[in-house]
């Protein structure tokens, strides 16, 4: 690891020069150039003895140590890929506003590195906030090929005395691709046997993780739930928390009991501590799906120690837990106002059984396929073709946005479960919320400043509407971010601005990008087949499945006496 410029770290309000290596974080300073070698390779990893599976780790260490740095940095991956399939590395949240070539989304905006071959993302770290970073290539992150990236401001608004970064992490005795089988199954017995996982804690299995307070200061606490699949809920008994920060923007301070984070969500919370060590208390780290409806799954219940002394026991002061605040409630620190909507863009969300005869999940009944070349070359490379939807192939569900544009997406959530929808490249305004199946019709609408985050938790049976502004130009995915639903086709593409993309990010792409295509037999131009017409595509009907009509997953979740059947069965 290099750090050029490197001066010191921050922590809230604090400026006292820290040590650069600090509780396995790799930390460094305002204004400096971080470079790092990392190696991405797998690593027999141990869970506390119970069983050992291979994960996919960076230099030889899982979990992966976080990234720390300053807004205004500029972050330098120097990655090297020791597995065996090509792989990837997206930092979420980041907008990677003028390299869009740098998101890590592989076959959407790169080839992916091959197997034995190198490329190195050159991250500018304009915003601040609680992000991270993990594999874009098939189910890699849920096999462990992720960690944290906290960048912290140097104007921070809100004082703390110290921070505590806190990923919260589901993990599978079952490797990725198992898993995917299963799901991937049209049989119900199979598909709906229970997956069990276990929680990883601040980089630890969770009833060993403490959370060290000292009296009367307060702490700010970063939650992010970089696991594969489960929400994570967290409280803190006796304690109260004060939401300052989702998704890398600041909110107006906000009080609460607890905290939901859904799969890719990030949250800030302060929490001051008591004014005595006679005690030490519980927080929990709850993990949560609506997939399952039996109650011995949800929740599944994890916990850890705030530990004020060694010597004191702990205290219990169980309460209302599950209190939740509402994305609609908060507001932005920015203040900006609801935005008008120029263009509508409506997703309806279904699940069920293709013509390939797998269980598949869709937008507008298009399973996602990726395309025989990244839609970011296609962008690029075919002229005037690029403004037309076809050039990208059916299957990549892709919708082309005007530059400058307020675009407004409206979802509709068809599932009887939750789906954490997030979007590359932009943060959103969530303008509102429903049941589409209430005759009812139940709706919360934002505030005049609406809350803006990247990543928006949809519940089954619901819909959201969210408004950006096109101003980044690029091919942006929007997905749900359970690995598995991903895998199985829940995602779709923004390009936006094509004309911008082929005057501003054309000429900029690194030689490396295009080697890394080359070396994987992967063309460089072309569309979605690698064909210089736009309507060259062949019969894509016939290359990729369809719904069977009729055959859509049930609105309403299976009883858990019906999911018992369906275990005993299977």
Request: charged share 20%.
């Given at each position: 690891m290099?750090?050029l410029?490197?001066e010191?770290?921050f922590f809230g309000?604090s400026?006292?020069?820290v040590?650069?290596?600090v509780l396995?974080?790799w930390?460094?300073?305002h204004?400096a150039?971080i470079e790092l ?8 990893y141990s869970m506390?003895?119970?069983f050992?599976?291979k994960?996919?780790g960076?230099?030889g260490q ?5 990234v720390?740095?300053?807004k ?7 990655a090297?890929?020791k597995?065996k399939?090509p792989t990837?590395l ?9 390299t869009?070539?740098?998101?890590g989304a ?5 080839c992916?590195?091959p ?6 993302y050159?991250?500018n ?6 992000y991270?970073?993990?594999?874009h290539f098939?189910s890699?992150?849920?096999d462990g090929?992720?960690t ?6 140097p ?10 970064i806190l ?7 079952e490797p990725?691709?198992t898993?995917?089988?299963q799901?991937?199954n ?6 709906f046997?229970?997956i069990v ?14 959370l ?10 970063r939650l992010?739930?970089i ?9 803190m008994?006796?304690?109260?928390l ?5 998704d890398g923007?600041?909110v107006?301070?906000?009080?609460t009991h ?5 799969t890719?969500q990030r ?13 030490n208390?519980?927080f929990?780290?709850d ?5 399952l409806q039996?109650?011995?799954?949800n929740?599944?219940?994890f916990?850890?120690t705030i530990e ?7 205290k219990?002061e169980?309460?209302?837990m599950w209190m939740n605040?509402?994305d609609l409630?908060?507001?932005p620190l920015?203040?900006e106002?609801m ?7 409506t997703l309806?969300?279904?699940?069920g059984i293709?013509s390939?005869?797998?269980f598949?999940?869709?937008?507008n ?5 990726v395309?025989?070349?990244p ?7 075919m002229?005037?073709y690029?403004n037309?939807?076809?050039?990208y192939g059916?299957q990549t ?8 544009d307020?675009v407004q ?11 954490p929808f997030?979007l590359?490249?932009?943060?959103f305004?969530?303008?509102e ?6 005759k009812?019709?139940r709706?919360?609408t934002?505030?005049d400043?609406?809350v803006?985050?990247?990543?928006v938790?949809i ?5 959201a509407i969210l ?5 980044n130009?690029g091919v942006?995915?929007f997905h749900?971010?359970?690995d ?5 086709g829940?995602q779709?593409t923004?390009?936006?601005a ?12 690194p ?9 994987q037999g ?7 087949l690698?064909?210089s017409?736009v309507m060259?595509?062949?019969d ?5 499945p369809?719904p069977?009509?009729?055959q859509?997953?049930s609105a309403?979740p299976?009883?858990g006496w019906m ?8």
């Open positions: 290099h750090i410029l490197a010191r770290c309000s400026t006292k020069p040590l650069l290596l396995g974080l930390c460094v300073a204004a150039t070698n990392w190696d991405i390779e797998y690593v027999d506390e003895g119970m050992t599976r994960a996919i960076i230099n899982w979990p992966i140590p976080g720390v740095a300053t205004g940095d500029t972050l330098i991956i120097h090297t890929n597995l399939e990837s997206h930092s979420h949240g980041i907008f990677q506003n003028g869009n070539f740098y998101d592989a076959m959407v905006t790169e992916g590195i197997m034995n071959g190198s490329f190195t050159v991250v770290l304009n915003q601040a906030g609680t991270w970073i993990h594999s098939k890699q992150t849920a090929l992720r944290t990236l906290i960048i912290r401001d104007d921070e608004v809100y004082k703390y005395d110290d921070e505590i990923p919260l992490e589901d993990w599978f005795r990725a691709k898993l995917i089988k799901f991937n049209p049989d119900p017995h199979i598909r046997k229970p996982p276990y929680a990883i804690i601040g980089g630890t299995c969770s009833s060993k993780k403490r060290n307070f000292a009296p009367g200061k307060t702490y700010r606490i992010l739930n696991g594969a699949s489960f929400d994570f809920h967290f409280s008994e006796a304690h109260t004060r939401l300052i920060e989702v923007v600041m107006k301070e906000r009080t607890g905290v939901t984070v859904g890719g949250a800030s919370v302060l929490v001051t501590a008591l004014n005595t060590t006679d005690n208390y519980i929990h780290a993990m949560y799906t609506d997939l039996m109650p011995r799954y929740p599944l219940n916990t850890g004020y002394s060694p010597r004191a026991k702990i219990r169980r309460s209302t605040v509402s409630d908060l507001e920015d203040a106002p935005l008008e909507a120029d263009q509508i863009v309806d969300a279904y699940s293709f390939d005869q797998s598949r999940h869709s937008f009944n298009v399973t996602y396929a395309p025989q070349i839609t970011l070359l296609t962008a690029m490379t002229g005037d690029a037309r939807t076809e050039v059916k569900d892709t919708h082309i946005l005007k530059h400058l307020v997406i409206v979802v509709n959530n068809h599932d009887y479960y939750s789906h997030h590359h490249g932009h943060v305004q969530i303008i919320t429903g049941d589409i199946r209430s009812e019709r709706v919360k934002a505030l400043t609406p803006k985050r990247d990543t938790v519940g089954g049976g619901h819909y408004r950006f502004r096109a101003d130009p942006w995915l749900c971010h359970i598995f639903h991903i895998m199985l829940l779709m923004f390009v936006e094509p004309d911008k993309i082929q005057s501003r990010l054309k000429h900029k792409v030689d490396a990008y295009r080697e890394n295509c080359v070396a992967i063309k460089t131009t072309g569309n979605a690698g064909g017409e060259d595509l062949g894509q009907d016939q290359l990729n369809s069977y009509p009729d859509f997953e309403d299976p009883s999911l018992i059947s369906y275990i005993l069965q299977g």
